[in-house]
């Protein structure tokens, strides 16, 4: 299994991208998937709406382990369209993500070397659109003290870069922290040490967290 607290590049959402050659349309488009189902069901949606393409061609790569690859020529030449298109998907690092490659034929053929050249490109212009997050593995850390503990839990948790998502001020005070996988145990042991126990902590449900443009983006995790 792949190590769980590492974090990993995916799309922030779908991107696309068109170029000509030699009278061929190549339109790339790629998409963040949850799982294979989903890559599939992406690779439908483009087919459907390009019934009248010569070609959809595809490629993606999915869950946590990359265990889920495919990719298909559709009816090109084998290994010019499918295997290209995974390549670049694995060349730029991204984990739970599908692109498919739409050609009309211009009437000019490309050859083999052509043909790889051109799929290859349309999937980095696709690319080239697209926001591409870097997601990390996090907890959410329900911390609860009173009033003489904040000052002190806040400036540990400022110390560790690590954000609170949302405090309450009653009769104690409670915050929510966005606390990262390899940092947890260090946290919960600077905050019980200074606050000598008397912060009640509760780690929570996992979640995936990405920095967009200085706002923190959360992805639930099901199951976990």
């Given amino acids: 299994m792949v190590n769980e607290q590492q974090a990993f ?59 889920f690859q495919r990719s298909s020529d559709d009816g090109e030449p084998s290994g010019t369209a499918g295997r290209p298109i995974l390549e670049v998907i694995r060349g730029r690092g991204l984990k739970n993500t599908a692109v498919v490659v739409t050609r009309y034929f211009g009437g000019i053929l490309l050859g083999t070397g052509g043909l790889v050249r051109a799929y290859g490109a349309a999937v980095r212009e696709g690319l080239r659109n697209a926001v591409i997050l870097e ?36 009769d104690s005070v409670f915050i929510e922290a966005l606390v990262p996988i ?9 905050i019980t040490e200074g606050t000598s126990g008397q912060a009640a902590l509760t780690p929570g449900g996992r979640c995936q967290y990405a920095l967009l443009e200085g706002e923190i983006l959360l992805f639930e995790e099901e199951g976990k």
């Fill in 9 to 67: 590049l995916t799309l922030a959402g779908p991107a696309a991208a068109e170029l000509v050659e030699k009278k061929s349309r190549f339109i790339g488009y790629a998409a963040p998937v949850a799982d294979e189902a989903a890559a599939l069901a992406f690779v439908q949606e483009i087919k459907a709406r390009h019934r009248d393409a010569t070609h959809n061609c595809y490629a993606y790569q999915a869950g946590d382990n990359d265990q």
């Fill in 135 to 170: 997601k990390h593995p996090g907890i959410r850390l329900s911390v609860q003290t009173d009033y003489n503990g904040i000052g002190k839990i806040q400036y540990l948790l400022n110390q560790s870069h690590v954000p609170i998502l949302r405090s309450e001020y009653t």
């Fill in 182 to 190: 390899p940092l947890l145990d260090s946290v919960i042991s600077s």
